[in-house]
């Protein structure tokens, strides 16, 4: 909402305090101030002049000499507008001026001729096109006769003013109107509101006599107010309306037109003039739209309507939606002399819903979708038409043409000053509240110890105790409720372990280098349980965006290698990303899907790209697997974790492994299917995806610090040889079963098949480190230890030493 300073002065006294004040005091109120537009952008030097006369330039044919009088002088301006005329009133920058954007207006040469000073469209004093009216989109702009030579054009434009730009809460609808903001703001600063003075003189003729109507949808449309002018002169609206109008953001067209436009600014009652004479029937009937029907409105689009929607007819066909937009068959134009002013209540739904539906948002359905003040649609109608003939010359027939169903009964609040006070925990005296609520004007009696309130239709947000509270506190003045510590047993916050974990992990998968991904939950079938590490009934959407979004997933990693795809068909080459997210396996009691946590990675590429070294390693397995363990041991994990090699569908049938835990199985990692990754235009892809919430949900001991060792440690290197299938991750696990507390670290360094080894075997040579940290050992204690896993492996794993 734009709120210019100057019209809002019209109803309420805001001399002697600055714009700049008046927004915090207005901000501090409750209704926040988003920004000051200052209009005239601190322009100076910016007059009124009078073409004398207006000639073609010798040296171009879209340049005109004119003579202009400013005043004081009669000076040479050289202009290119195409309708700049002889005896025309214009806007002229004299040398000097400073236009917005900082163009600096100087006396100059052009094609030879000289120019002292610019003649200026709106737009070039920083008016926006969209504002400007049509007649002048393309040119310079005329002022009206009245102006007068040398004197400032600023406040005939209307620019000598500040407007204040409001961003409203859905809640504040009355504050969608300058009436509305007047009583705000007469409340803010003690000040009464001054309210516009309705007062015309009405022909003998009567508006019933022409008009007849009927309301079918009085559930949408409980009230409809019809008043008739004729012998309007349609035309451009005096200077002060349009300059009103473009202050507020909107486009002026015709004085007619503007006036509802107006109304609609002051009161926040949206009205509609319709063209008596193409109405064709002296008719006007309000009901649902039929099925289908066809409608063309005023941006010249043909639309069709549902059934459900509410229309304005003349009795045999639409021509107007309803709170929406006016039909093109009964515009008001050039021509017309009989107008019929419509000031209606539409119930809020049914416009939101049309609106919604047809595409079409309007400064009116807004304003009715928020709710508009009941007892305002008479007066609107009743301030239009005298506007229309004191404004247009119309002649204004007696009464309206009124169906008014409408309960109109003010909203009864009744709450105690001491409610109110433990809520704020405050102590404002009665007498306080009293005169707070008299300033916002909301009709208050203090009975028994008991605020009876009548809350105004106007404020649509007033409803319960808790709104009168809440009007109390923004006006006395939120920042002087006290500050006061709960008295309660508190804890201090902090992250839960799983949280805490979750943390872990995802700060390990970033410092190794992988980026995280958020995808959608929602899938295809054929992707919903690709990839999946348990299956379950799917859940599917009953109204999908897309037959590509209607499955809730059972894996994360078909998202992901979207993910991959998409950044490899944009040349990012090398891709690594990770996940965190839930899946969602079958229904639990509350016939909602069960929801668990996984991980899940892809990585494709180059791993390694250092050109300056010259070295380079793409991805491959044991990247991968290299991070699972990282990811494990950083959780305290290490130990019990195994790879054991498989065959799963979409995977590489000699790459891929499912990972257990304590013999358990929590999730996979492998290379991508080469004809899935053709299929995908990738390159060779490796994917891993695990259990989150089963591997966080392991209670592990709190992590320990330990000193660096002082005492060597003794190194035994053993080589063996074991059957092709059987995996390096097994023996380890054996190894460090066997070895006891002395045992420190496993490490595998070599892989050997061909010359010497049979056939359907393999040689694994690992170093094996032993130490303690409170002295040396001695050889016996080393070769004890040992032997112990020498025999363990003979035994458990069927190794034999490899001489």
């Avoid at 927004?23 to 209704?31: F, L, Y």
């Avoid at 068909?569 to 839930?582: I, Q």
């Avoid at 591997?695 to 660096?708: C, D």
């Avoid at 190894?735 to 006891?740: D, F, H, L, P």
């Amino acid at each position: 909402m734009l709120v210019s300073t100057k019209w809002l002065s019209e109803y309420v006294n805001i001399e002697g305090i600055s714009t700049a004040d008046l927004a915090e005091k207005i901000t501090r109120s409750g209704i926040e101030v988003d920004s000051i537009i200052d209009r005239s952008h601190g322009m100076t030097n910016i007059v009124v002049g009078y073409v004398l006369e207006c000639v073609k330039h010798p040296e171009a044919d879209k340049l005109n000499i004119c003579q202009v009088d400013v005043g004081e002088e009669t000076t040479q301006i050289i202009c290119g507008a195409p309708n700049v005329a002889e005896g025309q009133k214009v806007i002229v920058a004299r040398p000097g001026a400073v236009l917005p954007g900082g163009m600096k207006i100087k006396k100059a040469k052009l094609r030879g001729e000289e120019s002292n000073g610019m003649i200026c469209s709106l737009q070039e004093l920083a008016i926006e096109g969209k504002l400007v009216p049509k007649a002048y989109a393309e040119g310079i702009y005329v002022l009206p006769e009245s102006a007068v030579p040398g004197e400032s054009a600023l406040p005939l434009l209307g620019l000598d003013d500040q407007v204040l730009e409001f961003d409203l809460t859905p809640n504040r609808s009355d504050a969608l109107s300058m009436i509305g903001v007047a009583y705000e703001v007469g409340a803010i600063l003690s000040q009464g509101i001054q309210l516009p003075e309705i007062n015309y003189t009405a022909s003998n003729e009567k508006a019933e006599d022409m008009l007849k109507l009927r309301i079918d949808a009085k559930e949408e449309n409980p009230m409809y107010v019809a008043k008739v002018v004729k012998n309007v002169k349609v035309e451009a609206s005096p200077l002060w309306l349009q300059n009103r109008l473009m202050a507020a953001g909107v486009r002026p067209h015709n004085n007619v037109v503007d006036i509802t436009n107006f109304v609609l600014m002051e009161y926040g009652q949206p009205l509609h003039a319709f063209d008596y004479d193409r109405l064709g029937t002296g008719e006007i009937a309000v009901r649902l739209a039929e099925q289908g029907e066809k409608i063309m409105t005023l941006d010249d689009t043909e639309r069709t309507l549902e059934a459900h929607q509410l229309v304005i007819t003349n009795g045999k066909e639409p021509v107007a939606i309803a709170g929406v937009m006016g039909g093109l068959n009964t515009e008001v134009h050039d021509g017309t002399t009989t107008v019929v002013i419509e000031s209606a209540y539409f119930s809020s739904g049914s416009v939101r819903r049309t609106s919604r539906e047809l595409g079409l948002r309007s400064d009116a359905s807004t304003r009715f979708e928020k709710g508009v003040d009941p007892n305002r649609v008479e007066a609107a109608a009743e301030r239009a038409a005298q506007l229309m003939a004191e404004i247009a010359g119309g002649e204004v027939l007696a009464g309206s043409v009124i169906v008014d169903e409408l309960d109109k009964t003010p909203v009864r609040i009744t709450v105690s000053p001491d409610y109110i006070n433990n809520r704020l925990g405050m102590k404002i005296p009665l007498e306080e509240m009293l005169a707070i609520l008299d300033g916002l004007q909301i009709p208050t009696e203090a009975v028994n110890g008991k605020l009876i309130i009548d809350a105004p239709t106007r404020r649509q947000d007033l409803r319960i105790q808790e709104d009168i509270i809440e009007e109390i506190a923004r006006m006395y003045g939120y920042d002087l409720i006290p500050m006061t510590l709960p008295i309660t047993e508190s804890t201090p916050g902090g992250l839960s372990p799983y949280q805490a974990k979750r943390r872990t992990v995802r700060a390990f998968l970033e410092g190794a280098g992988l980026f995280q991904a958020l995808t959608y939950s929602l899938t295809s079938k054929e992707q919903a349980q690709s990839y999946a590490l348990e299956t379950a009934p799917v859940t599917e959407l009953l109204m999908p965006m897309s037959e590509d979004r209607s499955i809730l997933r059972q894996s994360l990693i078909p998202h992901l290698l979207e993910a991959a795809t998409y950044n490899v068909a944009r040349r990012m080459d090398s891709v690594a990303l990770y996940e965190t997210g839930s899946v969602f396996l079958g229904e639990e009691e509350d016939g909602l899907p069960q929801e668990v946590e996984h991980v899940a990675a892809v990585i494709t590429g180059k791993w390694v790209d250092h050109a300056w070294q010259a070295e380079t390693k793409s991805v491959d397995f044991f990247v991968l697997k290299g991070i699972v363990e990282g990811m494990m041991d950083s959780l305290g994990l290490s130990e019990g974790l195994l790879f054991e090699q498989t065959v799963l569908d979409g995977m590489h049938p000699g790459r891929t492994a499912n990972i257990f835990y304590n013999a358990e199985r929590i999730g996979l990692i492998g290379q991508i299917h080469p004809t899935e990754q053709k299929k995908r235009d990738l390159k060779n892809t490796y994917v891993m995806e695990m259990n989150l919430a089963e591997i966080l949900a392991v209670e592990t001991e709190e992590l320990l610090y330990t000193q660096v060792p002082r005492f060597p440690s003794s190194s035994r290197d053993i080589a063996l040889v074991v059957s092709s299938d059987t995996s390096a991750g097994m023996l380890e696990n054996v190894i460090r079963s066997a070895g006891g507390k002395l045992l420190k670290y496993v490490r595998l360094f070599d892989l050997y098949e061909g010359d010497n080894v049979e056939d359907g075997k393999k040689s694994l040579a690992f170093s094996l480190t032993y130490s303690d940290a409170e002295r040396t050992l001695t050889d016996e204690e080393v070769v004890k230890a040992h032997d112990k896993v020498l025999n363990a492996l003979t035994t458990e794993a069927g190794a034999l030493l490899r001489g």
